[in-house]
């Protein structure tokens, strides 16, 4: 169970540089999501996958405001804008999100489902939390999550082949975000292998993400992405 | 130790050892019913991440770690992992059907690979962490609800539902029920292991609702 801390910055456990190391990439995750909202208001397609945003929203509700964050109460406030920023995209979920599926039946359960997976993360990652599994700060819980979000990223492109739906300001901010957190957790949380192999993982599918996305751009990509649109 | 013998009855009690026992058999009938399909229809139906997750979840706990359940238990993980290994061939042979980008195929094999050694490792390193309970349902059940979830896009997806099975749809929910009978027996205190066993009941549940709607309404 986390500890709750009343100070804003925790600087008697985390040295200032570390803090400032998480903010920074903390922050990468803000421009991403800006990013990925402007996007679909123009392209009228969300892309980041349905799967990650119902487990996003979820995390951020209980971090933002169920759980005390170790990192100091300046965090919690970020979380809870991250939230913020995520109800937008979950309202672009719910009205765009079923672009992201190609079968009428699958469209006609998609925002019930969706409505299940948001409280169905929630409910789990309350008792992972609870259970004692978690960083005070949510690394765990949140990279597990993450991790599915940049495999789902990857799968996503690929099926749905139209580039101009999707950002490489996106692409490289959530890379960028995910690394520096990344590194945080290599200087603070060294015991904790499981931790630091999900870390990997997800900065592995980030830049295989980009690779692909740079490839669709150039002439074998856009064999990829033919082949994508004539399956879809 | 009451690990070491046939059958742990100094840490279990008769009816949680039979609560488990009954639904590993019910999962080894599910996975002998996805095998006839394979042979059958060239048709792997549980989902592919599902299976990579699957085989590295038994490799890990039916190789590298040992549940607490007895000898007899760990013989029974390995019967799980040995049937699992040929539904990972099924996959590697005809689970490219899957995807639904068909130009995409030459990769299906070499994700199949990095999927299943990711899997393996982070499972690993979960149970090194101490993050599971000594039968490895923690990190079972995170696989079997992935495996739950993703049962029912894919069960939309296929246009002809003909070689899904009802015999697999039932073995299924009768193996997580009767294991998740274990777990409230056994793990009442573990909040997140009962909230991973209620979001994959209610899963597997409507996954036999929607088969036996869809699948019977289903044109021939």
């Known amino acids: 169970m986390p500890v709750a801390t009343t100070e804003w910055f925790n600087t008697s456990e985390y040295s200032v540089p570390l803090l400032v190391l998480f903010g920074v990439g903390c922050f990468g995750w803000v421009v991403a999501y800006v990013a990925i909202v402007k996007n679909t208001l123009r392209n009228g397609f969300l892309e980041i996958p349905a799967g990650a945003v119902v487990a996003n929203i979820a995390w951020e509700f209980v971090w933002g405001f169920l759980y005390p964050n170790e990192l100091g109460r300046f965090f919690s406030w970020g979380y809870r804008v991250w939230f913020f920023f995520d109800l937008a995209i979950v309202y672009l979920l719910f009205r765009h999100g079923h672009l992201q599926v190609e079968l009428a039946e699958l469209k006609a359960i998609f925002r019930p489902a969706c409505v299940f997976g948001i409280a169905a993360w929630a409910v789990g990652v309350y008792f992972f939390v609870g259970e004692g599994y978690d960083t005070g700060y949510g690394a765990i819980s949140g990279y597990i999550l993450n991790t599915m979000m940049s495999a789902l990223y990857v799968v996503l492109i690929l099926r749905h082949g139209h580039l101009q739906d999707f950002s490489l300001l996106v692409a490289w901010s959530k890379m960028l975000g995910t690394a520096l957190l990344t590194v945080f957790n290599f200087v603070v949380q060294s015991g904790n292998p499981y931790l630091l192999a999900l870390c990997l993982l997800t900065l592995a599918l980030d830049l295989l993400y980009i690779g692909i996305f740079y490839a669709i751009r150039s002439g074998r990509g856009a064999e990829l992405a033919a082949a994508a649109r004539e399956a879809a | ?220």
């Not at chain 2, 840490?11 to 599910?30: E, H, K, N, R, S």
């Not at chain 2, 590295?56 to 049937?83: K, M, N, P, Q």
Request: proline share 4%; glycine share 8%.
């Open chain 2, 1 to 220: 130790m009451g690990s070491e013998l046939l059958v742990n009855t100094v840490d279990y009690t008769t009816p949680q050892l039979l609560f488990f026992a009954a639904g590993g058999i019910a999962w080894a009938l599910a996975y002998l019913g996805v095998l006839r399909e394979i042979v059958r229809q060239k048709f792997v139906e549980i989902p592919a991440t599902a299976v990579c997750a699957n085989i590295a979840w038994e490799f890990t706990w039916g190789i590298v770690y040992r549940t607490d359940l007895g000898t007899l238990f760990v013989w029974g993980y390995r019967l799980w992992f040995l049937l699992d290994v040929f539904i990972v061939w099924g996959l590697l042979r005809y689970g490219v059907r899957h995807l639904q980008t068909p130009r995409l195929r030459e990769y299906f094999r070499l994700a199949v690979g990095f999927a299943i050694l990711s899997f393996a490792a982070t499972l690993y390193l979960l149970v090194r962490q101490g993050y599971d309970t000594p039968t490895g349902l923690v990190s079972g059940y995170m696989a079997t609800l992935l495996m739950s979830a993703l049962y029912i896009p894919q069960f939309f997806r296929e246009r002809d539902r003909t070689p899904y099975s009802a015999f697999v749809a039932w073995c299924k929910l009768l193996g997580n029920g009767l294991v998740i009978g274990f777990c409230v027996l056994v793990y009442p205190e573990n909040h997140f292991l009962q909230a991973l066993c209620g979001i994959t009941l209610v899963l597997d549940v409507y996954y036999v609702l929607l088969f036996h709607t869809r699948r019977v309404a289903q044109p021939a």
